[in-house]
């Protein structure tokens, strides 16, 4: 057998001749048989990083990829050519007189698509690659689309924010009635904070949603993610920034959360995304259309609302998680380079060690504004219970009082970028509830129920 | 009206000049008339930090603490002098046939026991005083106590691990059924599976305990906990470092979480803690003595096993959490710095930006090992998935499974101080599941419902 140097489909060395000598390609339907087990499916390409295994990945009937290992048993068979694809457009009628809707891609796994001639993955971008995947929103909106970004969600930074906002803002501007953000799962709701921040005098919602399966699993939450969040943007009485993604495992409802009260808490599941210290605001049924309202609703909408864009954010900004045998270290550091802002996330009711107050204390001194948050994330900071609070205190440290740290942080980066940098004003300014991100009245339904 | 500048029962100026006139002392009663309102209640002592606000605080007769203004027409009376203590000393019996439990005091509000003659509150620490305050666990177990520290829990380091793990293992060495320690909540978490760690074969339950309200307030769960916390000690069939606390908000049951899956979750709630990624243990029932197994039990009670102490713990390991934003120079600082651990929280299935992986890949060239674990808390670490997750594995980063971020931090600094600095075996170490850290089976229950 000959082998390639170079990588062919992704795969490289023995399985990259292999395949190029039979002349395979991607959507190609092949069989292999080694020892007494045969496998069927269509050929898919390769991961770069993993390309030198002596493995083959096809895409089964299930719909499931498998790696099949190919050793000196292996025989590999061409069952059909990928057909060439006779691509009839099917006609898309949109209907103006429905709420006009902007979807704005910036990445993520909810823009991705399976391509079911080659069952490989593609983004779907444009408006006719949307209603062709989920022909329900056609009923819910009329629709634009742009992409405005396309990284990872781990990836984004403050200045991603700020983009965000300005595209989201300008379609505001034109008249739009809400707006869907496309958004990569794992930072969702620092971006959903933030732009709750940047766009001030919401003329409707700000919708962000995600997926936390790729469209090319059977268990995919994309379609289902999709059509609620349109439904939201086009409908719902709201003028918030909101994530709305999967309430149960089931298909059966979503949920809105309010961005500056939203986490992602699981890893994995559909419902990763939960309110903390806060009921989301509504429960969404997307296939009747029907959304319920659950919560609280501090903004409704209005198409007169001129809107305001404050989109600088600061990112010399770091949030700060204490552990017992934390160092000074961490904060002089953050004090010696020139840090704007630290929002730290202390234990239980805003603690820190006694040994660190100093460090925070110095901090101060230098006009570097220092909140707390707690770890705990459920509940609200107290700072006059205990003597390690009230030290706190002394030292000028703000209370996050129940503000998620993250949504601290976020809201620290935009005081100091798009406020003001003097440390009095500052305070007040964390202190004031912008946008529903400190709720008055912890309620004892705001806690989950461990044992079900 | 005279002042004095110095504090008198930490009261200052004015008020402090009014008190020492009067000659009164804390836990006399006395009655303060403003306007048509009357106050009546035992005179307690200020905060020092206070001390200058024109208040006076009384304990009222249903238990509550008050603050009662001094203005001009204020009038202070004095009702009955604090009666002297004439101290009948209750004949403790205890039954040396019960198992004998050995109650090791770390600090924190738990050992808070109200003085109800003067309403202060001060530590119950001897065999005395705590059988004086709950007499049931001289039903349960045969007692002994120690003071071994006392210090807040958020400062405790690794060093107090080691030094509680020491006492705790010099218990059982006795031959000791059990271990009750008396901790802080804001860090037991921590500490908890530190000593999972820090003692091998565990002949008996080590049992963690702390209140989330002092024992001054009516809603205190100081007493219910000590009561559960004896009753695992004494009869519980498990061996593993343990969490009792609340398990609801009223006073049915206590839940026995395993130290190295459990989390502070709520600032201020009795059943603040739970146990992520794992069912809790058991259920406990203090007043019917019943203790119902719903979790796994990985380590049974067996009184011939020999304990063997390894309580080492490097305190130079750090905790960091990714946020959007983040400046690789906090990673850069702790590798300059000579840290011989990092534990990143990063989000979803264990991501950060892609600009911080050559930082991270510097330090394991410095020979420090990194772990990922996710902010997410729920669900598991998988760095297959996304091409940002295998570019974290071709780093060198350690997955951190369905670990806590927490249990990572101690299990890092345990293996660095106990077994091996070298990179391989730590990362193999890091991956084997000593204490049940590591859950191999997440199944569907074990998130939380968030909609009640």
């Not at 006059?384 to 002394?394: A, D, F, N, P, Q």
Request: overall charge positive; some cysteine; proline content about 5%.
């Amino acid at each position: 057998m000959n082998s390639v140097d170079e990588a062919y489909l992704g795969y490289k060395g023995r399985i990259a001749g292999i395949l190029k000598n039979m002349g395979l390609d991607v959507g190609d339907r092949i069989k292999i048989a080694r020892g007494d087990r045969v496998f069927e499916g269509v050929l898919m390409p390769r991961e770069k990083l993993y390309g030198y295994r002596p493995i083959i990945v096809i895409k089964l009937d299930n719909g499931y990829n498998v790696g099949v290992r190919i050793d000196e048993t292996a025989r590999i068979e061409l069952v059909a050519k990928k057909k060439p694809r006779i691509f009839t457009k099917p006609k898309i009628v949109q209907r103006s007189s429905l709420p006009h809707v902007t979807f704005l891609s910036t990445g993520g796994t909810i823009v991705s698509k399976v391509d079911y001639e080659t069952g490989a993955v593609k983004p779907a971008l444009t408006v006719e690659e949307l209603l062709e995947w989920v022909p329900e929103i056609g009923e819910t909106a009329y629709i634009d689309a742009k992409v405005i970004l396309n990284v990872f969600s781990e990836d984004l930074t403050p200045g991603h924010w700020a983009l965000i906002a300005e595209k989201a803002y300008e379609e505001f501007k034109k008249g739009k009635a809400g707006v869907v953000i496309a958004h990569g799962t794992d930072t969702m709701g620092y971006t959903a904070a933030a732009i709750a921040f940047a766009i001030r005098r919401k003329p409707g919602p700000i919708v962000f949603v995600g997926a936390q399966r790729s469209s090319d699993r059977p268990s995919t939450d994309s379609a289902f993610n999709l059509k609620s969040a349109f439904l939201v943007a086009a409908q719902a009485d709201i003028a918030e920034s909101v994530v709305v993604m999967h309430g149960e495992t089931g298909d059966t409802y979503a949920l809105v959360h309010r961005g500056v009260k939203v986490r992602k808490m699981h890893t994995s599941r559909r419902d990763a995304f939960q309110s903390i210290n806060d009921l989301p605001i509504a429960r969404v049924f997307p296939d009747e259309k029907k959304i319920e309202i659950i919560g609280r609703v501090l903004h409704r909408r209005n198409k007169d609302e001129d809107p305001l864009l404050m989109n600088k954010f600061d990112d010399k900004v770091a949030l700060i998680k204490f552990y017992p045998g934390m160092h000074p270290d961490i904060f002089e550091h953050l004090i010696d380079d020139g840090y704007h802002g630290i929002v730290v996330e202390g234990t239980g009711l805003g603690h820190i060690a006694n040994r660190l107050i100093p460090v925070l204390e110095k901090a101060r001194k230098e006009g570097i504004p220092v909140v707390i948050t707690s770890q705990c994330l459920f509940g609200r900071i107290d700072l006059y219970v205990y003597s390690t609070g009230r030290r706190l205190i002394e030292a000028g440290v703000i209370p996050g009082s129940d503000m998620l740290p993250e949504t601290a942080y976020v809201k620290l980066s935009w005081i100091l970028g798009s406020h003001t940098t003097d440390l009095e004003k500052v305070r007040k300014l964390m202190l004031e509830n912008f946008e529903g991100e400190i709720n008055p009245r912890l309620t004892v339904n705001l806690y989950p129920r461990w044992i079900i």
